[in-house]
């Protein structure tokens, strides 16, 4: 048998008094999970495990099997090897983002949604006024770049821009790990000084950042500039296991998402990375591209992890509309068309749905709360659940799962 995960990021959310009371999965009109939701078996999983941060690195890490407290490195280094850059035993990479401040505040966390193109002009601009021989920062995709400190020492703590929207900036600067902060670790920096050296950072990009034309052409059109860096989630090249390695019936499988740390997760996971044109991480996504690739990539190999980003940048964005509609078009436009191609194939197909934590439109930051699941393949045995959503997932008939056990139930013998 073969499997596919189709992963929503950021579809769950909280009760909105403007729906009726109701989810956005709920309210949205969403045919296909709710058939597959009546034709198969759902529970809810617990994705974030106990003392860690409510990311997708961590979530999506997680539904893939994995033990975070034996390979978490944050998302620099996934990022890192999502786009070619092979980290040295002493490098330190952090995910790097180009944001907007304004008035003291953290405006948006995505710079005014920058294109790739508009983020490598700025990202390149930076590397060449700040880098040296041991500061790089690298174009990665959108506003989601990289930052690479050889000598770095990942105990800091930083505040991921997405969960502080609308506050002020200068209480967010990094600080040392407690308990960290002069300790000597061999042939890097203390973590007090990999901290200053990234506030330094921080300050030196908005003064050159402030007049570069690229801003300079945004204000005047009454656009958001893209003025700061913000650095956050590091770590040092981590350790894991393949997916065949783990689970000998997947002999290859493959990833497909417009976002480094997913690709990232899937080249330590040992799959294959597939590149879908148009392929942006937000609601005007390449989504029937990136079904059709899924389905391609399913007929010559066992597994495929499919990641959809855009409902979780709506829910960072507070903008309920568009989460519905994101919702709707992945019902749509991914599930849809998996599903009707899949079920008639001899060869049987299981189809696991899930997003991999809530990002509440109302908190719009993502929370560490279980999520809902389907896991679907011909002649599964029903629950008695009709419809996929948080509230009715929690009659299913798995129960609540845990982490690693997601994995472990999708891939047993059927």
């Not at 090897?81 to 790097?96: H, K, L, N, V």
């Not at 330094?200 to 007049?211: M, V």
Request: charged share 25%; proline share 7%.
């Amino acid at each position: 048998m073969k499997h596919i995960i189709l992963l929503g990021d950021g579809m769950a959310d909280h009760a909105i008094e403007r729906l009726g009371g109701k989810t956005p999965l709920a309210y949205a009109r969403t045919p296909y999970m709710d058939l597959l939701a009546r034709e198969g078996r759902t529970g809810r999983l617990i994705t974030v495990p106990e003392g860690f941060p409510p990311g997708s690195e961590v979530a999506n890490t997680a539904i893939l099997g994995y033990d975070l407290n034996k390979v978490y490195e944050g998302r620099g280094p996934l990022e890192a090897a999502s786009i070619g850059y092979e980290m040295r035993p002493d490098d330190m990479a952090i995910r790097c983002n180009i944001i907007t401040l304004a008035d003291g505040l953290i405006k948006n966390h995505h710079g005014g949604h920058l294109t790739t193109a508009d983020g490598d002009v700025l990202v390149k601009f930076l590397d060449q006024h700040l880098g040296d021989d041991r500061i790089r920062f690298i174009t990665g995709i959108q506003y989601r770049h990289l930052l690479v400190i050889r000598g770095g020492n990942k105990h800091i703590v930083c505040s991921p821009p997405h969960d502080h929207p609308d506050e002020p900036w200068q209480p967010l600067l990094v600080q040392p790990e407690e308990g960290y902060e002069d300790r000597q670790e061999p042939g890097r920096m203390t973590a007090r000084e990999t901290a200053d050296l990234i506030n330094d950072l921080i300050i030196r990009s908005q003064q050159l950042l402030a007049d570069h034309p690229f801003n300079l052409q945004r204000k005047a059109e009454g656009k958001q500039p893209a003025n700061s860096i913000w650095p956050w989630s590091p770590g040092y090249r981590p350790s894991m296991q393949t997916i065949s390695e783990m689970f000998p019936q997947v002999k290859s499988g493959s990833v497909i998402s417009a976002v480094d740390l997913i690709k990232g997760i899937g080249h330590y996971a040992g799959l294959n990375i597939i590149e879908v044109e148009g392929a942006t991480g937000l609601s005007d996504t390449n989504y029937e591209g990136k079904a059709q690739a899924a389905i391609d990539a399913l007929r010559q190999e066992d597994f495929v992890f499919l990641h959809v980003e855009a409902s979780d940048e709506a829910g960072h964005d507070g903008d309920l509309d568009l989460k519905l509609k994101t919702i709707e078009y992945f019902d749509s436009r991914i599930v849809g068309p998996v599903y009707e191609e899949v079920k008639t194939w001899q060869e049987p197909v299981c189809i696991a749905i899930l997003p991999d934590h809530p990002t509440p439109v109302e908190i719009r930051t993502h929370v560490s709360e279980p999520v809902p699941f389907i896991i679907w393949h011909p002649g599964i045995t029903p629950d008695e659940v009709t419809q996929y959503d948080e509230v009715s997932c929690v009659q299913g008939a798995y129960g609540l799962l845990r982490l690693q056990q997601f994995m472990k139930e999708l891939m047993k013998e059927k």
